[in-house]
């Protein structure tokens, strides 16, 4: 297969380090990897040839335009998650960073989007537009703005559903580092009932089915829309699953419902935004045919939350 050139947005990120470190290490294709400081990069750049680091700014990427029409594949991870730039960065520059890109040469372009703009059928939530926080809001209009760019036939995107991932090397996803706290109250926890649903995705399986989409892109009649994560868990399984790892008994469970949990925000003054409101009320974070490494044959590195809990070092020793 003859070696392709890839650039690399949000390197240095969680999900950038796992899809840097696969493509450097698994694949011969000339790589370049846009990061802001090279030094949160921990990935081996001198494991091979042909691998440049680009220090740079999705605010300034007009001064990467050369390099960019000669890319055959961009994987776009890089995002703003709040701030004053998250719509700039988010939509655009991430698509000014698409029309810098010649349309005969770019093969394919892999967008991050979340899936957190997605209902149940895999289409856009009105709702994420509209009172989504900053950062939700700007993967809305933005998807919506590059589905209208002349490289909209090329573009793969990627919905990924609650992320785990880092270590040593690489940053902890906001759901991993939350691993601690989950633990420390499964005692309270592994008694609650609740109504609801959700998948997860480690970042190394994530890399996994875009290396495979590098090199095996989609047909033309393939659905272009692709929700990364593991099979659906509904909550009382994730509870159980977890106190089963943890070896701790469940002998009651009290279900928790949304009236009640409507009262102790008020009791307790909490205060939530629209949007957080709306969440509290969808509850099921689920979608139709979410894909990871076994949609494509290939072995998944996570695919349970016991899984999650080993490869992070949560001790299945707990006394109870």
């Keep these: 297969m003859t070696p392709k050139r890839i650039l690399v947005t949000g390197a240095s990120g969680c999900i950038g380090h796992y899809i840097a470190e696969a493509l450097i290490q698994e694949t011969a ?30 605010r300034e990427i007009s001064q990467f335009s050369s390099l960019l029409k000669t ?14 730039d998250t719509f700039d960065i988010n939509v655009s520059k991430t ?36 009172i989504g926080t900053d950062y939700i ?34 940053p902890y996803s906001h759901l991993t580092t939350g691993l601690p706290e989950v633990v420390k109250y499964v005692d309270l926890i592994r008694f609650i009932k609740a109504d609801g649903s959700f998948h997860f995705i480690h970042g190394q399986d994530i890399a996994q089915v875009v290396r495979y989409l590098i090199d095996h892109p989609l047909a033309s009649n393939h659905p272009r ?39 102790l925000i008020v009791l307790f003054r909490i205060q939530m935004a629209a949007w957080d409101r709306f969440c509290l009320r969808c509850r099921h974070f689920s ?25 992070y070092g949560i001790s299945a020793e707990v006394k109870h």
Excluded at 42 to 51: A, K, L, S
Excluded at 236 to 263: M, T, V
């Design 29 to 58: 294709h000339e790589l370049y990897l846009l990061v802001r400081n090279p030094n949160n990069l921990q990935v081996d750049t001198q494991f091979r040839p042909g691998i440049t680091v680009l220090q740079g700014d999705m």
């Design 71 to 84: 890319i055959d594949i961009a994987v776009l991870t890089a995002t703003a998650w709040g701030g004053a």
């Design 95 to 130: 698509h000014e960073l698409l029309n810098l890109l010649d349309s005969e040469v770019c093969q394919q372009v892999i967008y991050f989007s979340t899936a957190s703009i997605l209902d149940s059928n895999n289409q856009l939530l009105k709702e994420a537009g509209e």
């Design 137 to 170: 809001r700007s993967k809305y209009d933005g998807l919506l703005k590059l589905s209208k760019s002349a490289l909209a036939p090329k573009l793969t995107t990627l919905f990924p559903t609650f992320v785990v991932g880092g270590d040593a090397q690489k």
């Design 225 to 263: 829309f692709l929700v990364l994560g593991q099979k659906r868990l509904t909550v009382n399984q994730a509870i159980e699953e977890i106190c089963d790892y943890l070896n701790k008994k469940i002998y009651f469970r009290i279900p928790l419902s949304l009236s009640l949990a409507n009262l």
């Design 287 to 311: 979608y139709k045919n979410p894909v990871n490494p076994s949609s494509f044959g290939l072995p998944n590195y996570c695919a349970t939350l016991s899984d999650v809990l080993k490869i």
